[in-house]
């Protein structure tokens, strides 16, 4: 696995741990890195955009409600809400191409949550994307 998919895969547990446990970024961070030995840029690439997600995902929030029709932000798992805060503040970075961002997550979702919500998240970020805000001003 390449360290970017590696580094998607630590943001993502990071994200979900700090979540679920209440936790700071940086304590999840700490958490999933410690259980493996990983390359440097593996975990420097992982916690800048785990932490730049955390800090963003009330505005990611109101993107995935606004195209998550009928599905309220409480109702999507808190696994698939991890890979979609993910997925749109990669986007909204601009340093890898969309597919490859969306590709990324479907994989995650296929890995860590099911083939449902893989065509779920790939239906949310493809309408991300088509809709032409990657950004959250």
Request: proline share 2%; net charge neutral.
């Amino acid at each position: 696995m390449g360290k970017r998919s590696t580094s998607r895969r630590l943001a993502m547990q990071a994200l979900y741990q700090a979540e679920l446990a209440g936790a700071e970024i940086e304590t999840a961070l700490e958490n999933i890195s410690g259980s493996e030995k990983f390359i440097p840029e593996t975990l420097e690439f992982a916690a800048r955009l785990a932490k730049a997600t955390w800090a963003e995902r009330a505005s990611i929030d109101k993107a995935i409600e606004g195209l998550a029709i009928d599905w309220p932000l409480d109702r999507i798992g808190k696994v698939d809400r991890s890979i979609l805060r993910l997925a749109i503040q990669e986007l909204n970075m601009k340093e890898t191409p969309a597919s490859v961002v969306i590709n990324e997550a479907v994989e995650l979702a296929k890995k860590y949550s099911g083939a449902e919500a893989a065509k779920f998240i790939n239906g949310i970020l493809g309408a991300y994307v088509r809709g032409g805000d990657c950004s959250l001003s």
